[in-house]
């Protein structure tokens, strides 16, 4: 999770996960879009625990 700053405020959140790519820049882009608006992220990312790259070569 990250916040768009420091501090005791609330913040909106988007929580983003990612395609069948894993989580690529794409996602990561979207993450700054949405701090750049004060909103908080959380990405999930159900790859990498798990030892995968992507489910389109590594079924």
Partial sequence: MRLPRSGNERF?????????????????????????MDVATFVIDSFTS?????TNNDR
């Fill in 12 to 36: 909106p959140l988007v929580i983003l996960l990612h395609g069948s790519g894993g989580v690529s820049n794409y996602v990561l882009d979207w993450e700054q879009e949405f701090l750049a």
């Fill in 50 to 54: 798990r030892g995968i790259v992507n």
